[in-house]
């Protein structure tokens, strides 16, 4: 007999609500850690080179200066390989190590202090000397790498004979994550035992670097992050700042605090990398696509490769027999990037969506159905058949919900007074990520339950929805669930990032729940003593804590009875989740269609997005509270990212020229308009236990291309940049 579901589906207020309100939710610089002392990074001012010497005599002569560490003095670090973290291929930047300086901004020394203020001044007081080398930061310049291929079919012969095509370049800015919080962390030693509380986004990641870092066994270290302010992505790997926080706490013999400014998080802790991307498509004059050629650019630093999931989309999502693709990166002397939400995809999705919607307006064909006629039966990438695919229904109910009819097929025809109104949409999709995962589960004699994971919370709910779902497989009222996580002692889980978390850790969750709860029901009905001895377990449920025979209510008793009469102080087990072995059965990915609505002025070229609507096909939908507030957050990102986001680097020596909240633009109230999200009612049972697909990444994609595509229908002009800026309009 299958549990009812009272919690999961319900719209619930955040577990974790009041502590983040009240201020009792501790984050990393937070932490209250005895004799703690302050450390301040020195950032390299040269793109490139070497480090000649280091004047440290001024900062260590000031009151309350403990150390100045650099390459100079720092201990030799073993520095393993390590496959089992977010590293990207190559040779990662040791830090103190030796003399290199591979990008602007990289740490070159650290000052630590009795308090932050002397830190900062002494930091400031290190005097560095470089041998500089001419650098390299503009990807059109650059010399790309070995290229990354994929083809079916001929492309070449289709295109050439293509009644119709399209082809154009795409082009999309470097975007810097800037979460709320910013990086920190606050190292300390005990013997060879390390503790670090950190923000990160994979608390076990961070946990097998610093033991690779520092040659440790990962049991010597932990690793403690029970609350993270935004990552975004920007948390997913063990930055620089963490090794030189735990490098200061060893030399010191003292616990190390280490936050970064806003600035240093523009060179130091990953972004997004810019793309040049050449799309070129051959269609019938029905709209039926026959060949596509994908040409993808983009950054990567010069010391490690990055590599993200920026093919996929175009291999999968479209009916196109014959495909070819080549994805080269261009090494810089810069930082290496790292996935930012919908990474790989939502690029893709710029010029995959608006070379659709250019090609919809050529050949005169509405965009939604120019989509429709191209519905695959299968993922063409591999011949395999979709767990689930609702994206037809996703275009039927978001056109009719926007009023999609209104849209005028031709550009530049409606207005608001001097404001210019265009309609666009776009498609979006995320693979289906899940991993291993595992949760300690322990039901308590007094009728609560605690559920323990290695997991992080960067703000979409984790901690809300993990306890929705033991609270129903518990038969449990919510309130009486307590949820921990974010430490390495727990039960370990995957990153916190690829809309994973909750396919993987959740399904744990649910799986210990249900062992503890059949645990229980077996231990009533093997009981004398019990109202339910030797009932048919299979049709014992329980409800508020009570256990009781479906269809004969009276007859059950409480967790607290049974646990108390049977001298039990608890029950526990620890849940798994592990993702099928072997060949793969089906394609499995979330989708979205996304619509909206812009306003042109046309002196000014200002663009205001009036109204967004996104609906998804993403499985089983946990809190709706919840994901409401992921796909808000996703379309306000893709706002960000089609009309402001944009960091700027002075190609002389790699510098951010725009390092700060005031200089790099990201939208606030006043630019947001109507935001509303529709998820289509469904489950996905292939992709995991408990039918989720993933969301909080596929919110966010596709919102970029769908108001580019609304500003053409505005002002019938295509700008195939991102962001799109006033001058592009003028």
């Known amino acids: 007999?299958?549990?009812?579901?009272?919690?999961?589906?319900?719209?619930?207020?955040?577990?974790?609500?009041?502590?983040?309100?009240?201020?009792?939710?501790?984050?990393?610089?937070?932490?209250?850690?005895?004799?703690?002392?302050?450390?301040?990074?020195?950032?390299?001012?040269?793109?490139?080179?070497?480090?000649?010497?280091?004047?440290?005599?001024?900062?260590?002569?000031?009151?309350?200066?403990?150390?100045?560490?650099?390459?100079?003095?720092?201990?030799?670090?073993?520095?393993?390989?390590?496959?089992?973290?977010?590293?990207?291929?190559?040779?990662?930047?040791?830090?103190?190590?030796?003399?290199?300086?591979?990008?602007?901004?990289?740490?070159?020394?650290?000052?630590?202090?009795?308090?932050?203020?002397?830190?900062?001044?002494?930091?400031?007081?290190?005097?560095?000397?470089?041998?500089?080398?001419?650098?390299?930061?503009?990807?059109?310049?650059?010399?790309?790498?070995?290229?990354?291929?994929?083809?079916?079919?001929?492309?070449?012969?289709?295109?050439?004979?293509?009644?119709?095509?399209?082809?154009?370049?795409?082009?999309?800015?470097?975007?810097?994550?800037?979460?709320?919080?910013?990086?920190?962390?606050?190292?300390?030693?005990?013997?060879?035992?390390?503790?670090?509380?950190?923000?990160?986004?994979?608390?076990?990641?961070?946990?097998?670097?610093?033991?690779?870092?520092?040659?440790?066994?990962?049991?010597?270290?932990?690793?403690?992050?029970?609350?993270?302010?935004?990552?975004?992505?920007?948390?997913?790997?063990?930055?620089?700042?963490?090794?030189?926080?735990?490098?200061?706490?060893?030399?010191?013999?003292?616990?190390?605090?280490?936050?970064?400014?806003?600035?240093?998080?523009?060179?130091?802790?990953?972004?997004?990398?810019?793309?040049?991307?050449?799309?070129?498509?051959?269609?019938?004059?029905?709209?039926?696509?026959?060949?596509?050629?994908?040409?993808?650019?983009?950054?990567?630093?010069?010391?490690?490769?990055?590599?993200?999931?920026?093919?996929?989309?175009?291999?999968?999502?479209?009916?196109?027999?014959?495909?070819?693709?080549?994805?080269?990166?261009?090494?810089?002397?810069?930082?290496?990037?790292?996935?930012?939400?919908?990474?790989?995809?939502?690029?893709?999705?710029?010029?995959?969506?608006?070379?659709?919607?250019?090609?919809?307006?050529?050949?005169?064909?509405?965009?939604?159905?120019?989509?429709?006629?191209?519905?695959?039966?299968?993922?063409?990438?591999?011949?395999?058949?979709?767990?689930?695919?609702?994206?037809?229904?996703?275009?039927?109910?978001?056109?009719?919900?926007?009023?999609?009819?209104?849209?005028?097929?031709?550009?530049?025809?409606?207005?608001?007074?001097?404001?210019?109104?265009g309609m666009g949409m776009a498609t979006g999709v995320y693979d289906t990520l899940r991993n291993r995962a595992q949760a300690h589960i322990r039901l308590d004699a007094d009728g609560t339950a605690r559920v323990e994971a290695a997991a992080s919370d960067m703000g979409p709910g984790t901690y809300t929805s993990l306890s929705q779902v033991a609270a129903d497989a518990l038969g449990l009222p919510l309130k009486r669930i307590t949820t921990r996580l974010g430490d390495s002692t727990m039960p370990p889980t995957p990153p916190h990032g690829g809309s994973q978390t909750m396919a993987s850790v959740g399904s744990a969750v649910q799986d210990g729940c249900d062992t503890v709860r059949r645990t229980a029901i077996d231990l009533a009905v093997n009981d004398p003593r019990s109202p339910l001895h030797n009932a048919d377990p299979t049709k014992v449920v329980v409800r508020s804590g009570r256990l009781h025979l479906t269809g004969q209510p009276a007859r059950g008793e409480t967790y607290q009875q049974l646990l108390e009469r049977n001298r039990h102080t608890h029950l526990e087990t620890t849940g798994t989740f592990a993702p099928p072995t072997g060949a793969k059965r089906h394609s499995m990915y979330a989708y979205a269609a996304t619509f909206a609505e812009v306003a042109v002025d046309a002196d000014l070229g200002l663009v205001r997005v009036r109204r967004l609507l996104g609906v998804y096909d993403a499985g089983r939908i946990i809190s709706p509270t919840l994901a409401d507030s992921q796909a808000i957050g996703g379309m306000i990102g893709g706002i960000g990212t089609a009309l402001l986001e944009h960091s700027v680097t002075d190609h002389r020596d790699g510098r951010i020229t725009n390092a700060n909240l005031a200089d790099y633009l990201v939208p606030v109230n006043a630019d947001i308009g109507d935001l509303q999200a529709i998820f289509l009612d469904g489950s996905d049972t292939v992709a995991d236990p408990i039918g989720v697909k993933g969301l909080g990444e596929v919110v966010h994609v596709g919102v970029a291309p769908a108001i580019a595509n609304a500003v053409f229908n505005a002002t019938g002009r295509r700008v195939r940049q991102l962001p799109i800026t006033l001058d592009a309009l003028l």
């Open 1 to 421: 007999m299958s549990q009812p579901s009272a919690a999961v589906g319900a719209r619930v207020s955040r577990v974790e609500g009041r502590a983040k309100v009240t201020g009792t939710a501790t984050y990393s610089a937070e932490h209250d850690v005895s004799g703690v002392v302050h450390a301040v990074i020195v950032d390299a001012a040269v793109g490139r080179g070497r480090v000649t010497g280091i004047d440290t005599d001024a900062a260590r002569a000031l009151d309350g200066v403990l150390a100045v560490i650099s390459h100079l003095n720092a201990p030799r670090l073993p520095y393993r390989d390590n496959t089992s973290s977010n590293n990207p291929p190559g040779r990662r930047l040791r830090v103190f190590q030796d003399d290199t300086v591979h990008f602007h901004g990289q740490p070159v020394a650290v000052a630590v202090a009795t308090t932050l203020e002397q830190a900062q001044h002494a930091a400031r007081l290190v005097r560095v000397s470089y041998d500089s080398r001419p650098t390299e930061n503009d990807l059109d310049h650059g010399k790309p790498g070995t290229a990354t291929t994929y083809e079916r079919g001929n492309p070449a012969e289709e295109l050439a004979d293509a009644p119709v095509r399209i082809e154009a370049t795409y082009r999309l800015a470097r975007n810097h994550h800037h979460p709320m919080e910013p990086h920190a962390t606050i190292a300390s030693w005990k013997g060879d035992e390390l503790t670090v509380r950190d923000k990160t986004q994979w608390v076990v990641g961070t946990q097998t670097e610093l033991a690779a870092v520092f040659g440790l066994e990962t049991g010597q270290v932990r690793v403690i992050s029970p609350f993270v302010g935004g990552g975004f992505g920007s948390a997913l790997r063990a930055w620089p700042h963490v090794t030189v926080a735990a490098v200061a706490a060893r030399v010191l013999k003292r616990p190390v605090k280490v936050v970064l400014t806003r600035k240093q998080m523009a060179f130091d802790t990953g972004y997004r990398p810019a793309y040049r991307y050449r799309l070129h498509l051959g269609a019938t004059r029905r709209g039926r696509l026959l060949a596509a050629d994908h040409d993808v650019l983009a950054e990567t630093s010069r010391y490690e490769d990055f590599t993200e999931a920026v093919l996929s989309s175009g291999q999968m999502l479209y009916t196109t027999p014959h495909v070819r693709q080549s994805y080269r990166k261009v090494p810089l002397d810069a930082g290496t990037p790292l996935y930012m939400r919908g990474p790989g995809y939502a690029t893709a999705a710029f010029a995959l969506e608006c070379a659709v919607d250019e090609l919809a307006h050529e050949l005169g064909i509405d965009p939604v159905e120019l989509r429709r006629r191209n519905e695959p039966d299968a993922d063409q990438s591999n011949d395999l058949p979709f767990s689930t695919r609702r994206l037809a229904d996703c275009y039927t109910t978001g056109a009719r919900r926007f009023g999609w009819h209104r849209r005028s097929p031709k550009p530049g025809r409606r207005r608001d007074g001097n404001w210019l109104i």
